[in-house]
């Protein structure tokens, strides 16, 4: 795998390293890049997020080349969440045997009959890729970086306030260690004001005065800086506007719709809905918050995500969008239609009752090393990797598969550098890293028309090469921003 190499000489010495490492902690605590802990939960304190100490190597060319696929993504997954026929098909298969989805479908179904539910939407998007680096075609003679996509995100799209603090973090550190000349090359990054601001946005389109903007959450909440951050910008820049922070659970026992459909959580009416928990089977406990999710559906707030947009996010959509020709059903533009096909990777169906299917099985089992088996999930720790992938299908029924996507594996160039966790060693040593970029965008709009469309920053993840998955609350990757440099 290529080295990306790094942006000061390292290593740097153990006297030098351990300082700056005690100040950088201290400064992430003291500036919110932290979370509660899950060893040791305490409502009343928050401990520092993982990072890592300086920011990570990345083509300028290609970083910026993402920004500027967002407002396409965008775009699309904006089309795919209002098109019916598609979801319906593309879903068919899979809610015949994954719950989640069904429960989800039904909801969607019920609300298309509803002709007084809100018609506008407002997705707040985070389009995750890898930098592949074994790229191939006619005009490279060896193989070359290329960005690829792990997914999209149309739900609870985490770290829009640890993406910017990341870049404030190692600025500091850069500062601390005599390079306060290279700060210039860590990218802006404006992701909590965009994403804040796309909230503001869909609040303004309501223009209800007295109306409050509810944030459906989990009971415990572990990422509490980075949804906090969220809702102190928007008090802080729009004191007009409340936030609440509301479980499904609590949504059940206090909300209901007035006259006009109109959404209210005892007395507050709320006129948008962000939701930072709804996307995993544990989150709807009972029916009671399967008839919360629903309340919020047929209400004529405006949701991020609705459920259009929460299903356009499924892995099997993103498996279906991949598939040669799809994206001209949505896009019209043939450059915009080539810029997002060079992202997809090989993505498969499983069904067992389509050659495809049949094909993707073979492939899989001839080479398992080469691909990720993905279910109907978000929020980490559910997919299988390589090695793994046969047995977990042999214990599989034919119809439980096809809830199932096969993806190819991406193999990212790697960078070294230091991981500073809580607890982690001290020093910590020098280790291979590989980064995942979330790119944000905010979008609004109807079945007939975008009315907003926004790039609005991006977050950068980090975990050990060895590591299949990077979850930063889940303990296996860092925060992190990228570094540009010209090639
Ligand atoms: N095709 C892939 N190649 C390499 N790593 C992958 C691939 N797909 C997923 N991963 C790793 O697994 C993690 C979780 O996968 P993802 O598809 O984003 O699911 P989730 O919805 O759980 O976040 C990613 O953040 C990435 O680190
Ligand atoms: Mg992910």
Request: net charge negative.
């Amino acid at each position: 795998m290529p080295d990306l190499g790094s942006c000061i000489p390292f290593p740097i010495d153990e006297e030098t390293l351990n300082e700056v490492i005690s100040k950088a902690k201290d400064w992430a605590i003291m500036h919110g890049a932290a979370m509660r802990s899950k060893a040791d939960f305490s409502e009343d304190s928050v401990q520092f997020a993982p990072f890592i100490l300086l920011p990570t190597l990345f083509p300028r060319r290609e970083f910026e080349k993402a920004v500027r696929l967002q407002p396409i993504l965008n775009e699309l997954m904006h089309w795919v969440a209002h098109d019916t026929e598609f979801l319906r098909e593309t879903l068919a298969n899979t809610i015949k045997v994954d719950e989640f989805t069904r429960n989800l479908f039904n909801i969607y179904e019920k609300i298309l009959a509803d002709e007084s539910a809100q018609s506008l939407s407002l997705g707040l998007l985070r389009s995750d890729l890898m930098l592949e680096s074994r790229c191939t075609d006619n005009d490279h003679k060896r193989p070359y970086c290329c960005w690829k996509q792990v997914e999209i995100n149309t739900i609870a799209s985490g770290f829009g306030h640890l993406g910017p603090i990341s870049r404030e973090i190692q600025s500091f550190v850069l500062s601390e260690l005599n390079y306060a000349d290279k700060v210039k090359n860590l990218p802006l990054n404006g992701a909590l004001a965009g994403l804040c601001e796309g909230m503001v946005e869909a609040w303004n389109l309501q223009a209800i005065s007295n109306a409050a903007i509810l944030f459906v959450v989990e009971g415990v909440t572990y990422n509490i800086c980075d949804q906090r951050f969220h809702e102190f910008y928007i008090r802080e820049k729009h004191p007009h506007i409340k936030v609440i922070r509301k479980t499904l659970t609590e949504i059940h026992q206090q909300a209901s719709l007035g006259p006009n459909n109109e959404l209210k959580v005892n007395d507050t009416v709320i006129s948008v809905v962000y939701f930072r928990a709804g996307y995993e089977p544990g989150h709807y406990p009972s029916q009671n918050e399967w008839d919360a999710r629903y309340l919020i559906e047929k209400s004529v707030a405006i949701k991020c995500p609705s459920i259009g947009y929460h299903l356009a996010g499924t892995k099997k959509v993103q498996q279906a969008l991949a598939k040669p020709g799809i994206l001209k059903r949505f896009l019209t533009d043939d450059i915009k239609i080539k810029a997002i096909t060079d992202i997809f990777t090989g993505l498969y169906s499983m069904d067992s009752n389509t050659d495809e299917g049949q094909n993707a099985l073979r492939m899989v089992l001839t080479d398992p090393a080469k691909y990720v088996l993905k279910p109907q999930r978000e929020g980490g720790g559910n997919n299988v990797y390589g090695h793994d992938i046969p047995d977990v299908l042999r214990k599989m029924s034919e119809v439980e598969r096809s809830a199932w996507i096969l993806m190819e594996r991406i193999f990212p160039p790697i960078s070294k550098g230091y991981m500073i966790r809580p607890s982690g060693p001290s020093p910590p040593p020098l280790v291979d890293l590989v980064s995942e970029l979330g790119i944000f965008g905010a979008v609004i709009g109807d079945k007939k028309a975008i009315v907003y469309n926004a790039h609005c920053g991006h977050m950068l993840r980090t975990k050990l090469e060895k590591s299949n998955e990077g979850g930063v609350a889940a303990g296996s990757g860092a925060l992190d921003s990228p570094y540009l440099y010209d090639d």
